[in-house]
């Protein structure tokens, strides 16, 4: 699937999602996720996945069917990541399999900007094969509190 199929075909999920309402509360202005159980396991099936995969339209069309529409409150009712949010038991740090540095990473970060100031937030960030913003947050309040 070329690049502009793929755009072609992420614009029509956005649309199908927009013409969508949640199956658990009904409210029809909250943007739509797709809910299915066998996700987790099988995540190759989620529908921004088969897209990226440049599946066909009928494979995308058969997932989103067989998928319960949900906004992303019922969603994360349903999978129990609010529950992780509420009880501030959600992984941080190195713990959440989205982080793309270690603890010792985000200290050994923190010591060289604070000892000389004289690289970038962005020659820092390649250095570590992170973003000019994920450096920010490190070296802010805003991320990495935990170390």
């Known amino acids: 699937m070329t690049q502009n199929n793929r755009t072609w075909m992420r614009r029509l999920v956005r649309t199908i999602r927009a013409r969508t309402i949640c199956e658990q509360c009904g409210d029809p202005s909250r943007r739509i996720e797709w809910h299915h159980d066998d996700h987790p396991q ?9 897209v990226d995969d440049g599946k066909p339209l009928e ?3 058969a997932e989103i069917a067989i998928c319960e529409a949900l906004c ?3 969603h994360m009712s349903i999978d129990g990541r ?3 949010l509420r009880d501030n038991t959600h992984s941080r740090g190195e713990g959440n399999g989205r982080a793309k540095l270690t603890a010792a990473q985000v200290q050994e970060i923190r010591r060289v900007y604070g000892k000389d100031r004289q690289l970038t937030h962005e020659q820092i960030g390649r250095l570590y094969g992170v973003s000019r913003p994920t450096i920010a947050r490190v070296l802010s309040a805003n991320g990495w509190r935990t170390v």
């Open 42 to 50: 099988h995540p190759e099936r989620r529908i921004a996945n088969l």
């Open 82 to 84: 609010s529950d992780g």
């Open 72 to 74: 992303r409150k019922c």
């Open 59 to 61: 494979v995308v069309l």
